[in-house]
């Protein structure tokens, strides 16, 4: 399936709908407090294989001991193992104090921002290189670790997966240039908190545009006759799975054609779904929740 075009309406709301959820539900990170780039170097590095909840103590802790780029570099490297103790993969640790040092006396003790020369620091990748240009200078690099790679994945391609190269060309055409930082952090959340190996779909801001979360629906376990019903009915391809996907539709858009709106609610759903979904727009019409003009067979939020 060919990924969404920078100009497809899909990538606009896509776009709005992640930044609008990132605003009001960012989670809150202490390295996000701070747009000093040696802060999220040292973020950055901690997180590598390691659980937010484990780095956010240590984080702090590393900082207060080892508050800039020289005083890192200055240090002793037992101070730094010792201080890193507990994150794992020591090696990280060390990483970091070379870099430190590399920084220190090759770049004035200024983290750099050019995503070339931050791949040259020791055990610094294109996705580590690509945040801090990003979360730190608000250079416009999607940093696409394995988690956004997902989302990605799964709302442009309806997969798990895809090529690093198809999935790089993609992300570059949907990645806002003037939010940067806030929509590489947002697409983070995303799958930190919805796009997850088991996905979480119900509250999702890219649910409207995600061609992965029909498979999701149509890939549960169906109840074998005479069992007992579960305790709470699957949300993906639910009334309120469709009901969600047009409200959050029209929200990002003045008007649009009813038939447009059918289209777009059920893509990637099986045909059948469209007099399901139309009667849902019905319904959302006599409730109040959206308007319909039959007549130039047009729909809108009030």
């Known amino acids: 399936m060919t990924p969404l075009d920078e100009q497809d309406e899909h990538v606009r709301l896509f776009r709005s709908a992640v930044l609008r959820f990132y605003s009001r539900h960012r989670r809150d990170l202490p390295w996000r407090r701070s747009q000093d780039a040696y802060h999220i170097l040292v973020s950055e590095v901690m997180l590598q294989q390691t659980q937010v909840n484990r780095v956010i103590p240590k984080y702090e802790r590393f900082l207060a001991r080892f508050p800039t780029v020289h005083v890192l570099a200055s240090a002793r490297l037992r101070d730094v193992v010792r201080a890193w103790i507990g994150?794992?993969?020591?090696?990280?640790?060390?990483?970091?104090?070379?870099?430190?040092?590399?920084?220190?006396?090759?770049?004035?003790?200024?983290?750099?921002?050019?995503?070339?020369?931050?791949?040259?620091?020791?055990?610094?990748?294109?996705?580590?290189?690509?945040?801090?240009?990003s979360f730190a200078y608000g250079k416009?690099?999607?940093?696409?670790?394995?988690?956004?790679?997902?989302?990605?994945?799964?709302?442009?391609?309806?997969?798990?997966?895809?090529?690093?190269?198809?999935?790089?060309?993609?992300?570059?055409?949907?990645?806002?240039?003037?939010?940067?930082?806030?929509?590489?952090?947002?697409?983070?959340?995303?799958a930190a908190l919805h796009c997850r190996s088991s996905p979480r779909c119900e509250g999702c801001p890219?649910?409207?545009?995600?061609?992965?979360?029909?498979?999701?629906?149509?890939?549960?376990?169906?109840?074998?006759?005479?069992?007992?019903?579960?305790r709470k009915a699957a949300f993906a391809g639910s009334p309120r799975f469709f009901r969600g996907r047009i409200i959050r539709i029209l929200s990002g858009v003045g008007s649009m054609p009813v038939a447009r709106l059918l289209s777009e609610a059920k893509d990637g759903s099986p045909k059948a779904e469209g007099a399901r979904i139309a009667s849902l727009v019905d319904d959302l019409r006599r409730e109040g929740l959206l308007r319909i003009d039959r007549r130039r067979r047009r729909v809108w939020l009030p």
Request: hydrophobic content about 45%; some cysteine; charged content about 20%.
């Open 206 to 230: 890219a649910l409207m545009t995600c061609r992965f979360a029909p498979k999701v629906a149509r890939a549960l376990p169906r109840r074998p006759s005479g069992s007992a019903a579960p």
């Open 140 to 190: 416009p690099h999607p940093a696409i670790d394995t988690n956004v790679r997902r989302v990605l994945s799964r709302v442009l391609f309806g997969r798990d997966s895809v090529s690093a190269a198809v999935l790089r060309r993609a992300a570059a055409r949907v990645f806002p240039a003037r939010a940067a930082r806030r929509w590489c952090q947002a697409l983070m959340d995303v």
């Open 87 to 133: 994150l794992g993969y020591n090696s990280r640790g060390l990483r970091l104090w070379r870099c430190a040092k590399i920084i220190a006396q090759r770049h004035g003790g200024v983290v750099p921002d050019d995503v070339e020369q931050l791949r040259a620091l020791p055990g610094i990748g294109t996705y580590t290189a690509c945040a801090i240009a």
